[in-house]
């Protein structure tokens, strides 16, 4: 008999200070180091030994969304879904112009990219407690939608292109409680429009 391998937690696409000064080393320590890590070590545990041992992460995904049973299971597994794909939605010296097929469809949208930031941006401040700012695609067209704890568009019909993490530990550490200051350095200096656009194809 094989045995499935685990879910990894997979390496950040940059140095862990690579952020900085918008979001520091020691955030990154913390946020990627624990909390990620722990939703990594936590679905292992939980999905041993069970039919989604050897499924795919989103998947697991998937497969736990909207089951009472399974919420333990959801909860870690999205949540390690959502944390890669947060890594992957910013890079150093980002922001500027999205690509223009992005900008199009942004104008098409919004009425342009600093329309789009704006929803992007209040979404992310108005998200209650802990959640998520995303830009997703519905369909063919653009869309801002925030989700609870560790909710994910995946599991709604969407595309997701880009997030924002509005969990508490996401910037704590650097912006005490001034979420909207953080969520408007990630969109004005961090926001990889490249990713985006490549996620829309």
Same mark, same amino acid.
């Given at each position: 008999?094989?045995?499935?391998?685990?879910?990894?937690?997979?390496?950040?696409?940059?140095?862990?200070?690579?952020?900085? +000064?918008?979001?520091?080393?020691?955030?990154?320590?913390?946020?990627?180091?624990?909390?990620?890590?722990?939703?990594?070590?936590?679905?292992?545990?939980?999905?041993?030994?069970?039919? &989604?041992?050897?499924?795919?992460?989103?998947?697991?995904?998937?497969?736990?969304?909207?089951?009472?049973?399974?919420?333990?299971?959801?909860?870690?597994?999205?949540?390690?879904?959502?944390?890669?794909?947060?890594?992957?939605?910013?890079? +150093?010296?980002?922001?500027?112009?999205? +690509?223009?097929?992005?900008?199009?469809?942004?104008?098409?949208?919004?009425?342009?990219?600093?329309?789009?930031?704006?929803?992007?941006?209040?979404?992310?401040?108005?998200?209650?407690?802990?959640?998520?700012?995303?830009?997703?695609?519905?369909?063919?067209? &653009?869309?801002?939608?925030?989700?609870?704890?560790?909710?994910?568009?995946?599991?709604?019909?969407?595309?997701? &292109?880009?997030?924002?993490?509005?969990?508490?530990?996401?910037?704590?550490?650097?912006?005490?409680?001034?979420?909207?200051?953080?969520?408007?350095?990630?969109?004005?200096?961090?926001?990889?429009?490249?990713?985006?656009?490549?996620?829309?194809?």
């Amino acid at each position: 008999m094989t045995t499935a391998a685990p879910i990894t937690l997979p390496p950040l696409p940059y140095a862990d200070n690579a952020l900085e +000064p918008v979001i520091s080393a020691h955030t990154m320590s913390f946020h990627y180091g624990k909390h990620h890590r722990a939703y990594v070590d936590n679905l292992n545990k939980l999905i041993a030994g069970t039919e &989604l041992a050897a499924a795919s992460l989103e998947e697991i995904v998937r497969a736990s969304a909207g089951k009472a049973d399974r919420v333990g299971i959801f909860n870690n597994a999205a949540q390690v879904w959502n944390h890669t794909f947060y890594w992957k939605s910013m890079r +150093p010296n980002g922001g500027g112009e999205p +690509p223009a097929v992005l900008k199009q469809k942004m104008d098409a949208a919004f009425g342009g990219v600093d329309a789009c930031k704006k929803e992007l941006a209040n979404a992310a401040v108005t998200q209650f407690g802990s959640g998520w700012a995303w830009l997703v695609l519905d369909g063919a067209n &653009l869309k801002v939608v925030k989700t609870g704890n560790a909710e994910t568009p995946v599991t709604q019909g969407l595309k997701p &292109l880009l997030t924002v993490d509005v969990w508490e530990h996401a910037y704590y550490l650097d912006y005490q409680n001034k979420r909207a200051d953080y969520v408007a350095a990630v969109l004005d200096k961090l926001a990889n429009w490249e990713f985006a656009a490549a996620n829309m194809a």
